[in-house]
């Protein structure tokens, strides 16, 4: 096993390109988040297995592909109208 290496990050680095890839810092990962049949899925790119460009890279890669397939779209209505604080769940 490896020992941990220090690294230097650029500038810029935590700045997501898009709304939907986050830096999670507990993990160390760039986090991938879209809605699918009115569930919230995540996916996690950690540093450790991509690398510290390769894990941003797969990360904005995999939401394109989310993308072009037509899966990124945004959660389902969820506020009940002129009602602040409530939520509806449709199930």
Do not use: I, M
Request: net charge negative; charged share 25%; with cysteine.
């Amino acid at each position: 096993n490896a020992s941990p290496k220090e690294l230097t990050v650029p500038n810029g680095y935590y700045e997501s390109p898009c709304d939907d890839v986050v830096w999670e810092n507990l993990n160390e990962a760039w986090e991938v988040f879209w809605w699918e049949c009115g569930k919230l899925n995540a996916k996690p790119f950690p540093v450790r297995k991509y690398g510290l460009n390769g894990a941003k890279h797969a990360a904005v890669e995999f939401q394109q592909e989310l993308e072009a397939a037509g899966r990124s779209g945004g959660p389902p209505p969820t506020t009940v109208p002129g009602v602040d604080g409530v939520v509806w769940d449709g199930r």
